[in-house]
Structures are given as structure tokens and as C-alpha cells.
DNA sequence: ATCGAACTACACTTAAAAGGTATACTTTAA
DNA sequence: TTAAAGTATACCTTTTAAGTGTAGTTCGAT
């Protein structure tokens, strides 16, 4: 069925939170969590995530919390997909050709047309930033 | 990671194999299984799938076998994934509002824009029929 | 200094889905 | 009438998804 998970679904939630602030203003996980319906434990878990990938920043400690690390316009969903679930891949043969039960053969005709796919689904992912959702 | 099952990989290749024979011959399950690398229990399973969409035909009992149902031409990489996935949906909100924990507000710009995502590949996966792979 | 608010790390649990296998049955050409 | 071949259904095992628990660490405020 090809559909992104629940984490990234909430991830996407939690950046244009992040995003529609005034620019730098630190929101802690609770006031997220309760604004965009997000289970607070899993969104704790979920953000070093986007951490990592240098999307948000945070502080630790009190009045702590989540900031948006970079301009919303520099943040593309494609950014926020592979932050939570590595890179994107229609097929597992795309990433790595072991899987393949045809063993990679470069004649899989099937596989080739798949990786045109999914390259026009990234350029597709990375074609939307969430400045453009802020400005909606 | 946003990817198509095993299964539907298996269909695929199947449906190539089937789609390279001259029109209408039938192929028993054997023998697909062999020449794709598909474990035959499981290609017997998926079948029937492909038969449902009307993409194949079989036909039971001794030198049976399955047969391509319409034109190669006429079957896309869409007919396939739907055959066994069904309907493509990126996100699960986007099919059933009612998984979507901020319950299918329509103002969720998160899904609107996944929305417009899943309509670029389906139209991409619409845009490879199995006659162009043939003729490679 | 220290207390508590807040993030971090990691392990655990539960449920569902993926992938595959087994058994029994039906159909049909030879 | 029999063996080859698809069908139906149910089962099993492994992996992934989604969420929770526990024990930290950091740091602002007092």
C-alpha cells in the first residue's frame, strides 16, 4: 500500500507547528504533542530524529524545548521523510540488489522502470518546502 | 520506507513473463515460478489477484496454466500495484479520515499536500504499461 | 547548591502486516 | 478415471509499526 508511517505523518505535524512560530521561538513537547495530536512519548522519541538531520534543534533542561533549525523554505517534505525513515525506496531491490530473488540482474526491466518511478516521486517529495505551507 | 511488497514485485515479473509470450499461450505456475525466481506456493497465491482485475485468465485442470488477459499495452504498472495492493494511498488519512488523529480536518495542509504527492505517482505508475517493457 | 522541568537513551511490549507454507479440494485433458 | 494443474482457506513465523516504561542528563530558577 506504499504509505509513509505514522511517524513521519507526525514528524510533518510537529515541523509546521515548529515552522508557523516566530522564527527561533523554542516550544516544548507538550505544548506540540497537544496542539497537533501527537502522543506525547512518541513524539519525544521521534524528534532526535529530525534532530539528527538538522531540521529542528532543541534545549535541554527547564523552559526547554524545540525550535526550528533551519528556514521553513529550506525544509522539503523529502527532507522530513528520509529523516524519520531513510532514504525512499519503491522497491527494497533499489537500495540493495540482495534482496533481488533475480539477484540484481541489470536486465530486471521491471526493477529499472521502478527506480524511474521513484525518482520522479523524490524530485516530487523534495518539491514542497513548508515555507509554502506557512504562506497557505 | 514507502516501498511496494514482495508480492507485488513477484506480479510484476509475472505479469512480464506472460506478457513476452505470443498472445493467449497458457503458462502453467511451474514454470513462471522457475524462469522469475518466484516460489511457486506464493505465485499461486498472488494469482488469483491478477485474475480479479481481469489483468490475467487461467485455466484449471491438466495443461492448464495462466494466459495474459488484455494487451500488454493496456496493462500499467497502476493495474498491477492496485491488483494486489489496492488503492494507493500515501498516507492512511488520505483513504479513511478517520485514522488521521486530528480526524480528517480539512485544513490539514499536511495531507492535502500528500494528496497532491499520491496523484503524481499515480499517474506516474499509470504511465508504464507492460507492452513498452516488451518491446525494450 | 538544588529542585524540578524538560529533553535523551534504551529497552520493552503488543499488535499488525509481510512473507511464506500446508492441506484439502475442484477442474479438466488425455 | 486418473493425474496434472489451479483454488480456497487456514496456518505459521518473522519483521515492522506503534507505543510505553524506566532511568538518566541538562539547565533555569530559586
Redesign the interface.
Known amino acids: 500500500?506504499?504509505?509513509?508511517n505514522q511517524a513521519t505523518?507526525y514528524a510533518?505535524?510537529a515541523v509546521?507547528y515548529l515552522a508557523r512560530q516566530t522564527r527561533g521561538r523554542v516550544v516544548d513537547a507538550q505544548t506540540i504533542s497537544k496542539a497537533?495530536?501527537?502522543p506525547m512519548r512518541f513524539l519525544l522519541k521521534i524528534m532526535p530524529s529530525l534532530i539528527k538531520k538538522g531540521i529542528v534543534g532543541s534545549q535541554r533542561g527547564a523552559k526547554g524545548g524545540y525550535f526550528l533549525a533551519e528556514d521553513p523554505e529550506d525544509i522539503t517534505?523529502l527532507d522530513v521523510?528520509e529523516a524519520i525513515?531513510?532514504?525512499?525506496?519503491?522497491?527494497?531491490?533499489l537500495i540493495d540488489p540482495s534482496y533481488c530473488?533475480?539477484d540484481g540482474a541489470p536486465e530486471c526491466?521491471?526493477h529499472r522502470?521502478?527506480a524511474?518511478?521513484q525518482e520522479?516521486?523524490v524530485t516530487?517529495?523534495a518539491g514542497?518546502n513548508f515555507g509554502e505551507?506557512v504562506r497557505?
Chains 1, 2 share one sequence.
Open positions: 500500500m506504499m504509505n509513509i505523518d510533518f505535524r509546521l497537533e495530536v501527537i517534505f521523510v525513515e531513510g532514504p525512499v525506496k519503491l522497491n527494497r531491490c530473488s533475480k526491466l521491471v522502470t521502478l524511474g518511478i520522479k516521486l516530487e517529495l514542497h505551507l497557505k
